[in-house]
């Protein structure tokens, strides 16, 4: 290693990039398939972590809502000494969202979400919004009640359905903004986590807004 090595981290192509995805509105009333229309694209490859997992995303005016569909050892998660402060080191996903994409914002403002659910009960808990707000953006955060998930466990993955409501998302408006901010990372029991567009080994992704991915809502 050089000089240069030591004094520079190993950032990733994608941070310098002001990334934007089609996300395509919802056009049945069913939940969520699993349907090309509505898979978002891997990074994988680009951030150097396992290609293992499959993620779909609409909206409708009713809210967002998401299959994760992810490779991981259920077989050896066990989650019954854990609370739900440990979802790092469980089988968990954690979404971010900013209904308003202030990307000039490298902080977290009352339009910035960060929600974690988990394939397994923690403590009786499948979801729960966990943002952090500053005191004077702070509001009340969602009912996890209104946080909606069903899961397919299996010895070698799981699947995830999310909705959330839009009434859990704070400045969601799509008929006059139709855009939105969006990263996720997916933590796995004694596994590396996969991420969308930010890795959290290069960057607190819930306090960094401006690095998530512009999601915009098509029609």
């Not at 971010?96 to 994409?101: E, L, N």
Request: glycine share 2%; aromatic share 14%.
């Amino acid at each position: 290693m050089n000089a240069f090595d030591e004094n520079f981290p190993n950032l990733k192509i994608l941070n310098f990039f002001d990334l934007k995805v089609d996300c395509n509105k919802l056009d049945s009333k069913a939940k969520l398939l699993i349907n090309k229309k509505y898979k978002l694209p891997s990074f994988s490859s680009m951030l150097e972590e396992d290609d293992a997992a499959k993620v779909y995303m609409s909206w409708s005016e009713k809210g967002l809502f998401f299959i994760f569909d992810v490779k991981a050892n259920m077989e050896d998660a066990n989650t019954s000494k854990l609370s739900i402060q440990d979802y790092k080191r469980a089988d968990s996903i954690e979404i971010f969202i900013d209904t308003r994409s202030l990307k000039t914002k490298g902080y977290i403002t009352k339009f910035c979400h960060h929600f974690v659910y988990m394939p397994q009960d923690i403590k009786g808990y499948r979801a729960k919004e966990i943002t952090r707000f500053r005191l004077d953006d702070m509001h009340e955060l969602s009912d996890a009640k209104d946080l909606k998930v069903d899961s397919i466990v299996k010895p070698k993955g799981y699947i995830l359905n999310i909705e959330i409501p839009h009434f859990s998302l704070f400045g969601f408006n799509p008929h006059e903004i139709n855009y939105l901010s969006f990263s996720y990372k997916i933590n796995r029991y004694q596994m590396y986590p996969i991420h969308f567009n930010v890795s959290s080994f290069e960057h607190n992704i819930e306090k960094s807004p401006h690095l998530w991915a512009k999601m915009d809502l098509k029609k």
